[in-house]
């Protein structure tokens, strides 16, 4: 059975730093591991991905400002926020993709606010 499990987020400041990250259990090959945001009334949207092999993808949103990286050994990405903006206030959640399946995270508050 696989396992999405979110850590990290919470309250930072504009033009400050927070980190989340995303461990996923049970997939066995490779798969990317994804962030996705969604703020009040607005749809999910993808914040950033990386694959087994450290391809990495980006909203335009972020370019620049949050970095995606994993741990192959751990199966766990991370997503350093740096720079943010009131705008990045959203629940993130993480989702798992292999073998055309997935498996999403419960989600963590990320609330960008001074």
């Known amino acids: 059975q696989v396992h999405v499990v979110e850590t990290g987020g919470g309250l930072g400041q504009p033009g400050g730093s927070l980190r989340v990250a995303c461990a996923a259990s049970?997939?066995?090959?490779?798969?990317?591991l994804g962030w996705y945001r969604q703020a009040p009334g607005k749809q999910r949207d993808l914040v950033a991905s990386?694959?087994?092999?450290?391809?990495?993808n980006y909203a335009a949103s972020v370019k620049g400002r949050f970095t995606i990286s994993r741990d192959n050994a751990k199966n766990t990405a991370y997503l350093q926020m740096n720079s943010l903006k009131p705008d990045d206030t959203a629940v993130y959640y993480c989702?798992?993709?292999?073998?055309?399946?997935?498996?999403w995270g419960q989600g963590t508050q990320v609330t960008v606010s001074s």
């Open positions: 049970g997939i066995y090959g490779r798969d990317a």
């Open positions: 989702n798992a993709h292999w073998s055309n399946a997935d498996a």
């Open positions: 990386i694959t087994t092999y450290g391809e990495t």
